[in-house]
């Protein structure tokens, strides 16, 4: 609407002409820690688990299915597209519906399953979060509507912090129009001061690494 | 100072309820920043802020060219660009493209922005009904009243009175334990996210090289808001731009520290336009409104542009021994405490409320927790300087400038000053040495009167510093 | 290394609180120093600065510049009248190239007194002694501008007989702020008391700053409230014996 007379407006209070060449910016600061894989995962679970989320550390994928299994013990479940659940046998268990395309569909499923399945692309070992693309295989409203949400994850997406993740994904938007990072249960304290899960993202978040 | 400025202030400053809970949640928020930026916690605190600064400054300096850059990544990823001059574009914009689309309910997720251009209030003239999604926002558009606190925007509202509000507005039972009332929003609310045809949001961050929209929460409204309806429309100051993807990882570091004292907050989502070919759900369409509104007024100003480096984490607010006093609904527009004492005067004009700039004991915590460095208290003395100056432009003022003349004067002949001293030092002897209750006959000027509504006058001793340094 | 110092006592410390300005003298001839006061000195300027005036602020700076131009040091008994000239003259001078180099070069001779004894003199114990309970408060340019927090608890520890309580508000604002004070009375007036209620939660018998103009803030609503607790500078509780 008014695009040529705010840039004008830029360039006369800044003194510059349009096209001119700017300064370099500072450069990119990233500071990467070295951290062996096993602290990665302890360190993430930790986090989480100081998040009041839930975790599993499986060493088989059977492990994986069967903290899935009692955790939703027959509810009504979304699972993502994943390839790794389906590796993982999630897909089998009892309650759960997979093999979304359509949106609507979605949508009237996430609203009203009882628990959200999905996997994770990274993970942040030093904030307790997972990183999730909207993808084919990942939609958004599965970690997002069901009040339950669950991950699991393999032990070798698990990054030590934000900066590693910058580090080998500069560009995430060359890749999808929705890149989320998760850091524990949905929360507020807009009321007192006082802190309540789960207003309107899931208050109930289960961290699953496997490997 | 306005009767309006000076009555809101002392009608918070007498409410004890207030006072409390003001005091306490700005504590509360002070400690949980402090613990977030120990040597142990984050180590390269001070250097994140450096960087924080330098990376805003060169945006700021450079703003149109990460503009054009902005807006060519978003075109790229299939999104548009809006620029509006003022809040009036803005509305127009939203709602002739409700219009084309046939939408008629909006949810909204928090923006100081839009609260900045009254967005709902120009949208609900026109009968589109805009629903905030933060709880906090969501209990304030019910009770119509503006937030307290940039982070914690119902700080002044107890649970009874968000009991009633909620039994009042929604017709629901007059629940006071907060969970449950949380709960009553969020299923309210569900049905608006689900509903709803366009979702608005703000920007806590505009990356150029990414033309994406960044935004922080922890409810998960944003989230709700950005990915349920059908469109996106995200409204930002064109302040909010950063230049890479990867200064994220200097930014949202500082942001949920400052703010919260949470390393990361729940959510924090990087969308950059409508959802891709593969994907399965998102909105179809995506814009981006980048709003001036007198950004380019602060911009002009080399001194004060640095004002447009805050990225509204709410640290100078809670840090601030006025604000946490006064409280935010003392100040004259939405922006209050630090920062919406150094930019009201800028965006407004000084002569809106010509005593904000005053309003400050230039302690400096604020500078001290800024987390790109903003200079406030420098910003707030040049902001005195120029009221002044507008006085004298004006002809207003010309007594106390007389006063302030005479005192220099007086400052700059030591004679004179001498005599002067010996003068008031009579005027106001002490009584036993103890402190002067009331004032002294000879003195009943406004500032003495001031200063003794509060406190005790110290007495004049019998010799000044100098008589004695003679006599040693 | 010249043992030849100058005193800027402030206006305040002049006019109000004189013995301020001996003890520090007192505590400067002990450590060896020839102390001197021009006595032409009046002020920095901050009033006027601080409330917008700037035309007169730099009337008054030049002054000072003048008065002080051949002194080796100059000791200040505040962070703010030492923040004023350190940090702020420079801004009433930006037209004035002479005014600005003279201050260039008197600048770095300028000391607030608690700094000039540590870093200077290099020393912390100056030998005094007071029995006393007493609650520091970090006067806030002395704290923010300068990063003055350790070395004045550094000083008092050396004080014999002293014990010192910390308040849990000590970098809170006192509320004087110059004219803030009496523009915001109220809301300063709240502050100071908010400040007296830390203090009487140590149990301390006296507040020490190195600020005259907090000092006069905080003894001023002391004793409104009647409450039995005093004042002193650091400079007087270092001249104690």
Redesign the interface.
Known sequence: ???D???H??????G?T?G?A??E??P????IPVVDQDARVASLLRKVEALAGKTCRAATPAEAHAYVASVLDGKSTIAS?APFLRECGILEIAGVRSG????SE??MLC?TADAGITSADYALA??G?LVML???DE???IS??PPVHIAVVPKDRILTS??E???IL????AQ???????????????????L?R?????GEIHVVVLG | MSADFDDKIHNTLANPNLQL?IY??TG?LIDHRRHAVTREALP?YQE?RT?AN??KR??I?????Y??QFEA?VLA?GGK?????DGA?VA??ILSLAKERGAELIVKSKSMTTEEIDLNERLHHHRLESVE????EY?LQLARQRPYHIV????H???YD?GDLFARTLGVANETL??K??LI??SV??RK??AADIGISGANFL?A????VVLVE????A??T???PNIHIAVAG?EKLI????????F??LLGRSATG???????????????E?????PQE?YVV?L?NGR??L??DRAKRQSLYCIRCGACLNHCPVYRKIGGHSFPWVYSGPIGAIITPQFLGVKHEPSLPFASSLCGACAEVCPVKIDIPQVLLDLRAEVKKTELREGTGWLERLAFRLWAWVMCHPRVYELAGMMAAAMAPAENGGWLRRVPPGMNLPPVRAWLDQRDLPPAPPHSFRDLWRKR | MPRRVSLFVTCIVDQLFPKVGLAMADVLERLGYQVDFPKDQTCCGQPAFNTGYRREARQVARHFLNVFRDSAYIIIPSGSCTSMIVHHFHDLFTKDPAALQALEQLAPRVWEFSRFLLEVARVDDVGARLEDVVTYHDSCHALREFGIKDGPRRLLAHVRGLELREMDAAEECCGFGGTFSVKFSEVSGAMVRAKLDSIVRTGAHTVVSLDSSCLMQIQGALSRAALPVRTMHLAEVLASR
């Open positions: 609407m008014s695009r007379h705010v840039l407006k830029v360039r006369t209070a800044l510059r349009a001119q700017i300064a910016p500072p990119v600061r990233l500071r597209n979304q395309t359509s949106a979605l949508r609203s030093d904030t979060t909207s993808s084919r939609a958004r409203l997002l509507l934000l900066d993740l910058f580090a500069p560009d995430p938007a999808t129009s929705s890149m989320v990072l998760i850091t524990g249960p949905s929360r507020t304290a807009d009321i007192e001061q006082i309540v789960g207003v309107h993202g899931p | 809970a306490s949640a509360r390269d994140l960087q330098a990376l060169h945006v300096e450079n703003l149109d060219h503009l054009e990544n990823h660009v809006v620029y509006c001059k574009e127009d914009f999604t933060d709880l906090g209990i914690a925007p119902a700080l509202l107890t649970r968000v907060p969970e009332q949380t929003a969020r609310l569900r996210f689900l990356v090289d990414s033309g994406a922890n409810e998960g409204n989230r709700l950005t990915s349920a064109i230049p890479r993807a990867q200064d994220l990882a200097v949202l570091k949470q390393a990361l907050t729940v959510y924090t989502s990087f969308l950059s336009g409508p959802r891709r593969s994907e399965i759900d998102g995506f980048l001036d380019t007024k911009l002009a």
